[in-house]
T-cell receptor, first 111, second 112 residues
Framework: SQKIEQNSEALNIQEGKTATLTCNYT??????LQWYRQDPGRGPVFLLL?????KEKRKERLKVTFDTTLKQSLFHITASQPADSATYLC??????????FGSGTRLSIRP | SQTIHQWPATLVQPVGSPLSLECTVE??????LYWYRQAAGRGLQLLFY??????ISSEVPQNLSASRPQDRQFILSSKKLLLSDSGFYLC???????????FGPGTRLTVL
């Protein structure tokens, strides 16, 4: 069956360190994969998209990698700050306009 | 610019009562529209999506239904709510190539 999994439910790291979140999928061949940020009580907000023919994409302190052989995406936040604390969701374009989300990783950055 | 509205923001309903949640999008035409539900501390579960007026794809068989009476309006309904229908309901839209989803503010539904 098709699955999209974010391995950690929660991740706690020290301010200034790099946070690395993982997203794995099975039985999909997505044309692209996305990462979103969600704050409590709010809808998710789009952060980055990476296509199947791209290995890496960056935006300010954010970096996303996409390995279609491993069926995995890694999401990095460098020089993390307490304001980066949120839930991060990966999502992939399945087919026919359908977008499927992982369960999310709750990231906490302690000062 | 595009905006997406959802209402109501919060709703408390008794078991067995009907439900109607509305979502409208402004500033774009022919969007793909989506309804998701999020249980507390969980990920987003895709409920319905629509690529055009009157076209609804259902992902999860349950007592909910969706309709798209106009291009930029998407409605989530139920004839009789269950306790398990409680959750955070999110509407979203994308352009035709579906490369970015934009979410509404959500409706917090509590069924008692």
């Amino acid at each position: 069956s098709q699955k999209i999994e974010q391995n950690s439910e929660a991740l706690n790291i020290q301010e200034g360190k790099t946070a690395t979140l993982t997203c794995n999928y099975t039985n999909y061949s997505p044309a692209y994969l996305q990462w979103y940020r969600q704050d409590p009580g709010r809808g998710p907000v789009f952060l980055l998209l990476i296509r199947e023919n791209e290995k890496e994409k960056r935006k300010e302190r954010l970096k996303v990698t996409f390995d279609t052989t491993l069926k995995q995406s890694l999401f990095h936040i460098t020089a993390s700050q307490p304001a980066d604390s949120a839930t991060y969701l990966c999502a992939l374009y399945s087919s026919a306009s359908k977008i499927i989300f992982g369960s999310g990783t709750r990231l906490s950055i302690r000062p | 610019s595009q905006t997406i509205h959802q209402w109501p923001a919060t709703l408390v309903q008794p078991v067995g009562s009907p439900l109607s949640l509305e979502c409208t999008v402004e500033g774009t035409s022919n969007p793909n529209l989506y309804w998701y539900r999020q249980a507390a501390g969980r990920g987003l579960q895709l409920l319905f999506y629509s690529v055009g007026i009157g076209q609804i794809s259902s992902e999860v068989p349950q007592n909910l239904s969706a309709s798209r009476p106009q291009d930029r309006q998407f409605i989530l309904s139920s004839k009789k709510l269950l306790l398990s229908d409680s959750g955070f309901y999110l509407c979203a839209w994308t352009s035709g190539n579906a490369d970015t989803q934009y979410f509404g503010p959500g409706t917090r539904l509590t069924v008692l």
